[in-house]
């Protein structure tokens, strides 16, 4: 195994003895974007140093710029949010509902992407959450879970809203089948990006919005996030902006120029007030080394050489793991996973390696009976081999 790091690990404050498995909950933050936010903060600390522009309105287009281009999207639709939450709320609460519409939803999903369409009911509008697996299945390289959602489609559906990859087995879902489907039946699709976005590449066509919040597998503070909406879905939306928002962007030095639309058309018509502009420095920072370490395709590969690594080193033991990697490597090849393992485990087991795992310095979590190993662009094959070593009960 030759497989290096395409992201030097001395990037983080992250000591040699320590193998963090869990960006997935939680991604660590970089030196680099610490620093950046810590040479900001030197500004705010003497205001009458603070340059409008390139201190507020800049740091904002870079954090635009870097998250469209992530995306390989426009800078023009991409809103800061504070989380993914905020992302789906502000779509949510925005959009035009009739008494009597309905949203589809799979089974299981993430409060975050629960929630605001429950809350809907109190404009008549249903939340129908549909199951994408039998209760108790696990899912295979088999199944087509994108089908129940399709087949649940009904004349009063009007959106779709999904997690991309999901946050408990890890599958990844097919968003351009997703899509394709729901234009061809006037549905709107809505994505909650959060456990792929920095990691795994996708593709646009078909979606109405993506939210995700940055602080996982993008590296960023817990707080801050963004929201993608293609302009003309956009346009259908409540605008949430506030003195930010207008056509022309704020300048402190002259009256803002009446306009006949009082909201910009761009992404800054969603965003509710001023930002944490310090969120948005550090999460600025991450993209661009993410993407100045090859961007989302490189990691993508990156993460799938150490993801066929590990399950063939697992495949090497007991009757569980031969299975667990064998189920997993047949969805690796179908395209199937994001960045993180879930392996479904006995609950004894599952103690018995939480037990070790800490002691030992190697950092997972568990949902849903699900142990989840989230690989990212740090890890090399080293890690592999000692993940391998704790997962099989062999380390020295």
């Not at 939803?105 to 008549?124: D, K, M, Q």
């Not at 761009?266 to 509710?272: C, V």
């Not at 090497?316 to 667990?324: C, K």
């Amino acid at each position: 195994m030759t497989t290096v790091s395409l992201l030097d690990p001395a990037a983080f404050d992250m000591p040699r003895d320590v193998l963090w498995l869990s960006h997935c909950k939680d991604g660590p933050l970089p030196r680099a974007s610490a620093d950046a936010v810590q040479a900001l903060m030197g500004v705010q600390l003497r205001p009458w140093e603070l340059r409008w522009e390139q201190d507020f309105l800049d740091v904002q287009r870079r954090l635009r710029h870097a998250a469209a281009t992530l995306l390989a999207a426009d800078a023009a639709d991409i809103s800061l949010m504070t989380c993914t939450s905020s992302g789906l709320e502000a779509v949510a609460f925005g959009y035009p509902w009739q008494a009597g519409d309905e949203i589809l939803i799979p089974a299981g999903e993430f409060p975050s992407n629960r929630l605001p369409w429950l809350a809907l009911s109190r404009r008549g509008v249903q939340c129908r959450e549909i199951d994408l697996w039998q209760p108790g299945q696990r899912p295979t390289a088999r199944d087509a879970p994108e089908d129940r959602l399709i087949e649940a489609i009904t004349p009063r559906t009007r959106m779709i809203a999904a997690s991309w990859v999901r946050f408990q087995d890890g599958i990844k879902l097919d968003l351009q089948k997703l899509g394709t489907a729901c234009r061809g039946a006037g549905v709107d699709l809505v994505v909650d990006a959060i456990q792929g976005a920095g990691t795994t590449t996708l593709e646009l066509t078909g979606v109405s919005a993506l939210a995700t919040g940055g602080h996982k597998g993008l590296l960023g503070l817990q707080g801050q996030g963004f929201l993608w909406t293609e302009p003309g879905f956009r346009q259908k939306l409540v605008p949430l902006g506030t003195w930010l928002s207008g056509p022309e962007e704020f300048s402190q030095t002259s009256d803002p120029a009446p306009a006949a639309d009082l909201w910009a058309t761009d992404g800054r018509r969603l965003e509710a007030g001023s930002p944490s502009i310090l969120s948005c420095e550090a999460l600025a920072s991450s993209l661009q080394l993410l993407l100045d370490c090859g961007g989302v395709a490189a990691i993508q590969a990156h993460v799938a050489s150490l993801q066929r690594q590990l399950l063939e080193q697992l495949a090497l033991g007991d009757g569980t793991w031969r299975a667990e990697a064998a189920r997993l490597m047949a969805l690796l090849k179908q395209d199937r996973l994001g960045p993180t393992l879930c392996f479904a485990l006995p609950e004894e087991r599952l103690a018995r390696l939480l037990a070790t795992a800490e002691a030992q310095g190697i950092h997972s979590s568990v949902r849903l009976g699900y142990l989840r190993v989230a690989l990212h662009c740090w890890h090399d094959a080293e890690d592999v081999r000692r993940c391998a070593a704790w997962l099989l009960g062999t380390l020295d």
